[in-house]
């Protein structure tokens, strides 16, 4: 086994036997569960990845062929264990490459000279059922025990802060290794957010045995990136998923950033193995025959975690499902008609043309050339409507699909309209077309629906053209201490400044805002942040408002003068900058 490849690195089952008897509980416990993607801790790290294959060999053979696959990570950081993902391919679908964050930064993070974690493993998929996409992140970081720590040697707690080693269990119940576990988390979420696979879509699932109950360090930091606690949402203050010497608790998780929380449709807790003797396990060590008898190829005592399972219902925007439609299309070719084949193509490459980035604002509002996506879309569903083949009903369903998208797109213009005080009469106008793209509907006639949605949506334009143009200057303290604590903060949603910061936005709504007193970052990315995570998500009832535009440029403050400007006696400090401030950029602004 990885690294030493040698038996002294090899866990779980000593012999072949104790290894059959694991698997096929293993294999049960992920049977019934039916879960369309499973994450995995403490696989056997094989750079072919030979653990996970017999395990999906071994799952196809108690389904049916191809009913899972795996992502194919290969060696995942230098552990004998790692973590993994298999899934239904039948369900979801990879979307792009998986990432892997194996940086000292994150394995080693307190500087230990050791690695701790477990190297991490992010993929997105997509809903084969509707396009949605959200990524799932698989952790296993530093366990509890510390014998490492004490058997060294070294002083690990004495009361004096200066020599304690701060990995060490410090007496306040989070056992050892809490500030290595605490770092990481740290790192994890700031990886996330990057967006690691490059998927462009914020719902992220952060699953995994954590190795910290709920009310630990680490989880604080999720919590305040974001993150929402599953099990404890669901499962309440009693939850549990392990049980250590008697004690109940959870170390496995699943949590939801902002963005896919409300996309949750339940969490819970599945008690297979935290409540059952280990005498059942697959461990014949220490059994006498009776007590190896005992034994049942069940999912029971499959491991000494309970599974944590989640549902999820995610939401499309029109963008999405106009991609996934695509995807759809092509997937009936041939069909066994070629002039439906050559309908379908044409259709596609409609819809392709529609997807022009200069089309859209977002993935539900478009810019003043919007109007093409409509016309685009327009020419696909009637090529569709002449498809007359086998692929009849499923050219329909897409059909409904680019309806759909297209209603959304009106209606949320017509929304925005109404919020930003737009023009009453063009408002009016644009719900009319509205109501005749439901009777063309009625009347089995897509294409016209769709002439409606697109006047309807150019009526709401006109609404918002004939509005009053709001400019405001808002003095927001969006500042912080420290270059890049903004954009940490602003990487999630759910942080009370913010969110109260962007409710008074989108209640008064102006068309060009000043921002003041917000870090500068060369990139933007701040800025960019606050439109995502705050802005584009309604805070408090109000509507989201949407800036497409956004400028930021670099500020005189924190820039150091080279001169003792406030006359104390020393040059340097925040006093001494051309504009007060701790470093450059800070108190700066940007313009929505």
Known sequence: CYPSMTRSDCRGADNADEFDRQRTKIIDAIRVMDADVVGLMEIENNVNDAAVADLVEGLNDATAPGTYEQVFSGQVGFDAIKVAIVYKPARVTPYGAHAVLDTEAFLDPAGTGEDRNRAALAQSFVDNANGGVFTVAVNHLKSKSGSELDDSGGICVDGDPSNDIPDCDQGDGQGYFNHTRTLAASVLANWLQTDPTNSGDADILL????????????????????????????GGEYAYSYVFSGQWGYLDYIMANGAVAPQVTGATVWHINADEPDILDYDTSFKKPAQEALYEPNAFRSSDHDPVIVGLELTVTPMQAKAHAIGTLSALLPTGDKGDDKRIEK???????????????????????????????KKAVKDLMSVDGPAETDAQAVIDVLVDADQTLAATAIADAVAAGGDERSIEKAEQQMAAALDDLAWDMPDKAIDHYKQAWHFAQKALEKAAVRFSTFNASLNRFNAGDLVTDLSTPGSAQPATIAEIIQRNRPEVLLVNEFDYDAEGLAAELFQVNYLSIPQNGAEPIVYPYRYVAPSNTGVPSGFDLDNNGSIGGPNDAFGFGFFEGQYAFVVF
């Open 347 to 377: 259709a596609i490459d409609s819809i392709e043309d529609s997807l022009n980035p200069a089309y859209w604002v977002d993935g539900t509002h478009l810019t003043d050339q919007g109007n093409k996506v409509f016309d685009e879309e």
């Open 207 to 234: 699953i995994g045995d954590l190795n910290s109950y709920d009310k630990e360090d680490p989880i604080g930091v999720f919590n305040a990136r974001g993150y929402a606690d599953l099990v404890l949402a669901y």
